[in-house]
């Protein structure tokens, strides 16, 4: 007597290929498996290496509201110190964040951000470092997300016409794709 395939139910899932999916553009999208799901991409066969990513952006403001946030007197205190604290944290829990990324054991966080009158406002740059078999691409452009939008938050109440512009990856090194700079 022939056994009958089991049926799929609502507790039970099709089985899927792990390769990634082709795009007509080019390279596969690693995140998206072969029927087009969402999927974590599995890293346990890479190496780990030291790996490097760099982020940067900018919020832009008057230079009244710069002056106050250079002067200290925020209304809500040390605008780019909360900021840089606020940027470091948001890089250490980014896979809590964004939900296919790995979570990561950093090795090392920095957070810039330079006033810049020719803008005005302030440059953010974020740098995060990484041994591991994965990079730390988005753990930076987190960073400088979460610092800008401090920033923000932080001068909200003198100036509502703020803007975050320029998000983007400076440059990338280490893993299989090498280096890469903007």
């Known amino acids: 007597m022939a056994r009958k395939p089991a049926k799929t139910g609502p507790l039970t899932t099709k089985p899927t290929r792990t390769r990634p999916a082709k795009t007509k553009a080019g390279p596969a999208l690693t995140h998206i498996g072969a029927s087009g799901e969402a999927r974590m991409v599995d890293v346990s066969d890479k190496p780990a290496t030291e790996r490097l990513a760099v982020a940067e952006g900018r919020v832009l403001m008057t230079t009244a509201t710069l002056d106050l946030i250079v002067s ?27 939900p296919l990324c790995h979570p990561l054991a950093l090795s090392k966080v920095t957070v810039d951000i330079e006033p810049d009158a020719k803008l005005p406002g ?43 512009e320029g998000i983007h990856l400076v440059e990338k090194l280490g893993g299989k794709s090498g280096h890469y700079r903007a």
């Open 72 to 98: 200290g007197n925020a209304k809500k205190g040390d605008v780019l110190g909360t900021a840089r604290i606020a940027g470091i944290m948001a890089a250490k829990r980014t896979s809590e964040l964004i």
């Open 122 to 164: 302030c440059l953010v740059r974020a740098s995060v470092k990484v041994t591991g078999p994965t990079g730390v691409e988005m753990e930076a452009l987190t960073a400088v997300s979460v610092a800008c939008l401090t920033i923000y938050d932080m001068i909200k109440a003198v100036e509502r016409g703020v803007r975050i």
